[in-house]
């Protein structure tokens, strides 16, 4: 699974620390997605913790997703990726997810772009307002790929474009 697919679906996920001589039974613990990981390359699970379980929740109605990764050459790291969930209800848009990665130092979520969207009829003004506010969630710095403001640019473009394909696949039952 992408991080950023994880992000945006709010998944929760299931860890055991391994088991000391004198502890008969694993520790298990359970925590959310947005806590997982804390800068890049670092999660805050412990050496002796290992992940066990993702439990994605279902949507509530229909529903569509869409991925879209900018990346030099096929397999590279992304330069920007973005993700994003809409489900939908009685027409409008009744929960959105959107995450982010390379563009920070961890994967994040657009959370006021994903408050922006819940309620909203899917048209192209919602879309290009989510996509400003989620090019103002990130936080991509200049290197090699690009410039930040290339970057926040790529953002606002992917998340318009996902969120329409989202909504094409939620309104075709899935098979878009």
Known sequence: MRPPV???????????????EEILVPDEEEIGIDEL???????????????????????????????????????????????????????????AGIGLTAVGPTNLRANEAEESLAGAEPSEEAFANAGRLAA??????????????????????FVQRGLARAVEIARSGGRA
């Open 6 to 20: 994880a992000v945006e679906s709010g998944s929760e996920l299931e860890f055991e620390s391994s088991p000391r």
């Open 37 to 95: 990981m804390v800068d890049t390359f670092t999660s805050s699970l412990a050496p002796t913790e290992v992940m066990t379980e993702v439990r994605i929740p279902s949507p509530s109605g229909p529903s569509g997703g869409a991925y879209l990764k900018l990346e030099r050459k096929v397999g590279d790291f992304a330069t920007v990726a973005v993700a994003v969930h809409v489900v939908m209800s009685n027409g409008t848009i009744g929960t």
């Open 136 to 157: 103002c969630a990130a936080s991509p710095v200049d290197d090699q790929r690009g410039s930040a403001a290339y970057k926040r640019n790529v953002v606002d473009v």
